[in-house]
Nanobody, 126 residues
């Protein structure tokens, strides 16, 4: 069983940066792909980025490409999302997710994920 806990959300001005962290419990964290999703009020959950088990391959949705960076530290059981050049439209609850096939090699993995965090609010003011 893996539990995920996000942190690092908050209020930031447009153009600013935040780094989200997703800490995982459980010994098998390093075997799985990890992803970040977000959900804005009144909108569907959006898949924005994923990283393979080793951290060697990543994928970004067009909406965040060039501004967001996903990374992971398997020794610390943590995945990160560095968000630069934030825009008001980035305002959402951000969720990390983990799971899928063990040792999945591709960077793109939209799901299904087995484990989800509780979410962290990111608010970008204009």
């Amino acid at each position: 069983q893996v539990q995920l806990v996000e942190s690092g959300g908050g209020l930031v001005q447009a153009g600013g940066s935040l780094r989200l962290s997703c800490a995982a419990s459980g010994r098998t964290f390093s075997r799985y792909a990890m992803g970040w999703f977000r959900q804005a009020p009144g909108k569907e959950r959006e898949f924005i980025t994923s990283i393979n088990w080793s951290g060697g391959s990543v994928y970004y949705a067009d909406s965040v490409k060039g501004r967001f960076t996903i990374s992971r530290d398997n020794a610390k059981n943590t995945v990160y999302l560095l968000m630069n050049s934030l825009k008001p439209e980035d305002t959402a609850v951000y969720y990390c997710a983990g799971g899928g096939p063990e040792f999945y090699s591709a960077g793109y993995y939209i799901g299904p994920y087995d484990y989800w965090g509780q979410g962290t609010q990111v608010t970008v003011s204009s």
